[in-house]
T-cell receptor, first 110, second 112 residues
């Protein structure tokens, strides 16, 4: 079982450019999440979706947008990247009480 | 709003010794608490959770955690640490909307 697949694994992006981080799950979980991980800050929630067709803002949503057209996919878009968005991004889905995480996307904005 | 705190950035222990990683929480209502582990260049892996019931929760890889309501703590423990337990450990609390709030993480180093 693949679980959660994130792409790309890593990316270097010029400031001002846009980018979409992809996340796909094959577990048919309703809820999905995007977190960013920064040293000393743990994981912070960017956006979430409790079910297909709905999304919500997390702790640090500014500069990011998401969509949830179907159950399996939950892409995260940076419309105009800034260096402070350099981070490791994790997608997760939830079954009952337990969350499952992807392998992460390491993004460097220069 | 709910939150968790991990007071130690790093924990260093010798292999075979007991390992404790501390976590305290702040919630309104009943706490739903979790521990996750992250190995280098990997995503987070679920270790264990406390929802209700026994205060001592057993999880994966020989880990357990003790829920203490009076001290608002949920410390992760392992009786005998292994070098392979070296990783980054996160405590998390769930809100009523099922969103997780994570602590800053504790780096565990187990020396041979």
């Amino acid at each position: 079982t693949a679980g959660i697949t994130q792409a790309p694994t890593s990316q270097i992006l010029a400031a001002g450019r846009s980018m979409t981080l992809r996340c796909t799950q094959d577990m048919r979980h309703n809820a999905m999440y995007w977190y960013r991980q920064d040293l000393g800050l743990g994981l912070r929630l960017i956006h979430y979706s409790n079910t297909a067709g709905t999304t919500g803002k997390g702790e640090v949503p500014d500069g990011y947008s998401v969509s949830r057209a179907n159950t399996d996919d939950f892409p995260l878009t940076l419309a105009s990247a800034v260096p402070s968005q350099t981070s490791v991004y994790f997608c997760a889905s939830r079954a009952e009480t337990e969350a499952f995480f992807g392998q992460g996307t390491r993004l460097t904005v220069v | 709003a709910q939150s968790v705190a991990q007071p130690e950035d790093q924990v260093n222990v010798a292999e075979g010794n007991p390992l404790t990683v501390k976590c305290t929480y702040s919630v309104s209502g009943n706490p739903y608490l979790f521990w996750y582990v992250q190995y280098p260049n990997r995503g987070l892996q679920f270790l264990l959770k406390y929802i209700t019931g026994d205060n001592l929760v057993k999880g994966s890889y020989g880990f357990e955690a003790e829920f203490n309501k009076s001290q608002t703590s949920f410390h992760l423990k392992k009786p005998s640490a292994l070098v392979s337990d070296s990783a980054l450990y996160f405590c998390a609390v769930r809100d009523n909307d099922y969103k997780l709030s994570f602590g800053a993480g504790t780096t565990v180093t187990v020396r041979a």
